[in-house]
């Protein structure tokens, strides 16, 4: 049944036109892992760095971005290993933690609220989620060569994903006490 806006009830996330905040190069680790590469980061998020980023971009998408935002915790990025490009992002912060998928083709950020009430942790949740789906996620962020490619060198992956925990337990750290 559609709302009376036409819009799905259970739609998955929310779409943007804007892409994501880009990482801050000096707060990450890269973990090469075969045909991706994780980037752990120590991340805040807060409302200036939302309205800077879509001062940016064109966000047509229709909606007033009026946030009130004060987050911060450990970000895995997900990138393409010879293209470069991000195609999903997962922010496990203190305060509504949620992922991204990124859809380079379009250009498009789809942004998903992870339920931390029935999750719990969020980073947990994370290592649960990319450990066992990554080639889903892949293929929902309009990766399907990509998803392959990991599917065909899981060995690769695991090695690189195997280092990733600790990281972004210190990430999870570092930006606790740079807020």
Avoid at 41 to 69: C, F, K, P, T, W
Wanted: proline content about 6%; some cysteine; overall charge negative.
């Amino acid at each position: 049944m559609l709302e009376p806006s036409g819009v799905e009830a259970y739609r998955l996330g929310r779409d943007y036109a804007v892409m994501p905040i880009a990482m801050v190069p000096e707060h990450c680790v890269e973990v090469p892992a075969g045909p991706v590469v994780f980037v752990v980061e120590a991340r805040s998020l807060s409302q200036e760095a939302i309205v800077a980023n879509e001062a940016g971009q064109d966000a047509s998408d229709g909606l007033v971005h009026d946030y009130d935002v004060d987050a911060a915790g450990a970000s895995l990025h997900v990138v393409g290993a010879c293209d470069g490009l991000e195609y999903l992002r997962f922010d496990a912060f203190d305060a509504e933690p949620h992922y991204h998928y990124i859809h380079n083709d379009v250009p498009q950020n789809t942004v998903v609220r992870i339920d931390d009430v029935a999750e719990g942790d969020p980073l947990a949740w994370t290592l649960r989620v990319v450990g066992n789906r990554l080639p889903e996620l892949l293929v929902h962020a309009h990766a399907p060569g990509l998803a392959e490619e990991v599917r065909a060198r899981s060995d690769e992956v695991a090695a690189g994903f195997a280092k990733l925990e600790p990281l972004l337990r210190r990430a999870e750290a570092k930006a606790n006490a740079l807020r």
